[in-house]
C-alpha cells in the first residue's frame, strides 16, 4: 500500500516535445508528491511538488498534474530541451509518516 | 551556502576492508537517510535518522551500519566490506514538518574488488 508505481522506465523524446511521466499510488492517505530531477553523477534534486488539494502546478516548463479519484499524477515538461536529460523519480509521503516513497525512476532523454 | 556533503565521491577498495562514508549537511536538519541506488536507478532506503542518537534501518537490509553523534554528521560503515557492496550511497536531508523535500548528496560511487 505504500507503493508507488512508475511509468514508462524510459523516454525518448525530440527537442520541443512534451513527455509525460506518470505515477500511480494506492494509499489515499499519501499527502505530499514532490518530483526530483537527477543528472549522471549528481543526486536528485527537488523539481517541484504538490499536494492533492489541487489538481495542476507550474513551475516553469514543469507541470504536475495531479487527479486524486484515480489516485494518479504526472509530470509534463513544455518544450523539453536537451539540457533536460535526466533521471526522473516521483515520490509520496504518508500525513502519518516522515519519509517519501520514491517511484522507481524513468531515464530521460531528449534529443537535439 | 547550506547544504549536504558526501566523501570521498569515489572509493574502490578491496575485500575485507572497513570503510567509513561521511556525510554532513549545513542546514541544521533533523532528519538524515542513507539510500543505495544501483545502475537500474530505484533509490532503496537502507537507514534514516530523526536526531541525535535515533538511528533506524530501512526498507533495504544492510550490512552496514549508522552514527548520528550530531546533528550534522551522519556517516555510515562498513565493517568489512564485499564485491556485493559496490553501488551508489547517496545521503540525504530534511527539515522535518509537513510538505518537507529532501536534500540529496551528490553520492559516493563505491566499488570493492
Known amino acids: 500500500q505504500q507503493q508507488v508505481k512508475q511509468s514508462p522506465q524510459s523516454l525518448i523524446v525530440q527537442k520541443g516535445g512534451i513527455p509525460i511521466i506518470n505515477c500511480a499510488y494506492e494509499?489515499?492517505?499519501?499527502?505530499?508528491f514532490p518530483w526530483y530531477q537527477q543528472f549522471p553523477g549528481k543526486g536528485p534534486a527537488l523539481l517541484i511538488a504538490?499536494?492533492?488539494?489541487?489538481s495542476e502546478k507550474k513551475e516553469g516548463r514543469f507541470t504536475i498534474s495531479f487527479n486524486k479519484s484515480a489516485k494518479q499524477f504526472s509530470l509534463h515538461i513544455m518544450d523539453s530541451q536537451p539540457g533536460d536529460s535526466a533521471t526522473y523519480f516521483c515520490?509520496?509521503?504518508?500525513?502519518?509518516?516522515?519519509?517519501?516513497?520514491f517511484g522507481s525512476g524513468t531515464q530521460l532523454t531528449v534529443l537535439p | 551556502e547550506a547544504d549536504i556533503y558526501q566523501t570521498p565521491r569515489y572509493l574502490v577498495i578491496g575485500t575485507g576492508k572497513k570503510i567509513t562514508l561521511e556525510c554532513s549537511q549545513t542546514?541544521?536538519?533533523?532528519?538524515m537517510y542513507w539510500y543505495q541506488q544501483d545502475p537500474g536507478m530505484e533509490l532503496h532506503l537502507i537507514h534514516y535518522?530523526?536526531?541525535?542518537?535515533?538511528?533506524e534501518k530501512g526498507d533495504l537490509s544492510s550490512e552496514s551500519t549508522v552514527s548520528r553523534i550530531r546533528t550534522e554528521h551522519f556517516p555510515l560503515t562498513l565493517e568489512s566490506a564485499r564485491p556485493s557492496h559496490t553501488s551508489q550511497y547517496l545521503c540525504?536531508?530534511?527539515?522535518?514538518?509537513?510538505?518537507?523535500?529532501?536534500?540529496f548528496g551528490s553520492g559516493t560511487r563505491l566499488t570493492v574488488v
Open positions: 540525504a536531508s530534511s527539515p522535518g514538518g509537513t510538505g518537507d523535500g529532501y536534500t
Open positions: 494509499n489515499t492517505a499519501f499527502d505530499y
Open positions: 504538490i499536494r492533492p488539494d489541487v
Open positions: 515520490a509520496a509521503r504518508l500525513s502519518s509518516a516522515r519519509q517519501l516513497t
Open positions: 542546514m541544521g536538519h533533523d532528519k
Open positions: 535518522s530523526y536526531g541525535v542518537n535515533s538511528t
